[in-house]
């Protein structure tokens, strides 16, 4: 059973930072790109950031390039993504993916499991 549990979210002032983590279980982390997206109330769920299996690409949603890092240890099975200089507009639930393929990936269809999300809140 592939389970992924993502944690580190809370409430952070403008200007801080967060590190989020994605522990993942039941599947051969090491083979598969894995993503970041996030929903703010009443929006879509977006894409934020992807990692390929190996590290070699990373894609930004332009939103996050700069201030935010996705990175994986695969020896852990756990996906990170660093944040930094937060903003009020990130504000939301961030999810990890796990994708269908070694390869990073932008769309949601890309990603077959999904953790249940951890809060991030940014004050002004």
């Known amino acids: 059973q592939v389970q992924l549990a993502e944690s580190g979210g809370g409430l952070v002032q403008a200007g801080g930072s967060l590190r989020l983590s994605c522990a993942t279980s039941?599947?051969?982390?090491?083979?598969?790109?894995m993503g970041w997206f996030r929903q703010a109330p009443g929006k879509h769920r977006e894409f934020v950031a992807a990692?390929?299996?190996?590290?070699?690409?990373?894609y930004y949603a332009d939103a996050v390039k700069g201030r935010f890092t996705p990175s994986r240890d695969n020896a852990k099975n756990t996906l990170y993504l660093q944040m930094n200089s937060l903003k009020p507009e990130d504000t939301a639930v961030y999810y990890c993916?796990?994708?269908?393929?070694?390869?990073?990936?932008?769309?949601?269809?890309?990603?077959?499991?999904w953790g249940q999300g951890t809060q991030v809140t940014v004050s002004s």
């Open positions: 993916g796990i994708g269908r393929t070694a390869a990073a990936g932008t769309e949601e269809g890309w990603y077959n499991y």
């Open positions: 039941g599947l051969s982390f090491s083979s598969y790109g």
């Open positions: 990692i390929s299996r190996s590290s070699v690409t990373t």
